[in-house]
């Protein structure tokens, strides 16, 4: 009676922990490819890597809500390209990737999560060679003052004949 208890109460703490892992889904890598996990950096990060197919890296990158980051890909080859996937997120599109948005990225992040990025060599563009050196820079920014809204422009004086009066007293 004590084994089915406890046989009972183990099944019902995993099925209350399964959401909780299903949210963080781990990320689905190449044959071949190696996950490497970062931590957010305090200062720029430098990555270094080649896209060999098969032998590539991909990073993990937790972030958190409120973080300001910049991330810069930089390549000699205009075959390799990188792209930035979120995690928690069900489907399995990036939200960023160089071939279509440029080579940096900043943004504001608005909620926890994790990233993965993935530096790879197209497979469909016409080449040789089997990959690419690159380099990933991961920036955290400070938060970006306040400014203060644009006032609107004041109209110029125009000439007149007669003189403006003085303010009045209050």
Do not use: C
């Not at 430098?46 to 590539?56: D, E, P």
């Not at 973080?67 to 990036?94: M, R, W, Y």
């Amino acid at each position: 009676m004590k084994d089915l208890s406890v046989k009972i109460s183990i099944a019902a703490l995993a099925l209350f922990l399964l959401p909780a892992f299903a949210m963080a889904q781990a990320p689905q890598l190449d044959p071949g490819e190696k996950l490497e996990k970062l931590q957010f950096p305090a200062v720029t990060m430098q990555l270094k890597g080649w896209t060999k197919f098969g032998k590539g890296r991909v990073y993990t990158l937790p972030v958190r809500a409120g973080q300001h980051v910049k991330i810069d890909f930089s390549t000699k080859s205009k075959f390799a390209f990188l792209a930035i996937f979120d995690l928690s997120k069900p489907d399995d599109e990036a939200f960023f990737g160089t071939d279509e948005d440029g080579m940096s990225f900043q943004t504001t992040v608005k909620e926890n999560t994790t990233w993965l990025l993935r530096p790879y060599y197209s497979k469909v563009s016409p080449r040789r060679g089997l990959g690419a050196p690159f380099s990933i820079l991961i920036e955290p920014l400070a938060v970006a003052p306040q400014q203060p809204p644009p006032q609107p422009p004041a109209e110029p004086e125009s000439p007149s004949l007669f003189p403006k009066a003085p303010p009045k007293a209050k």
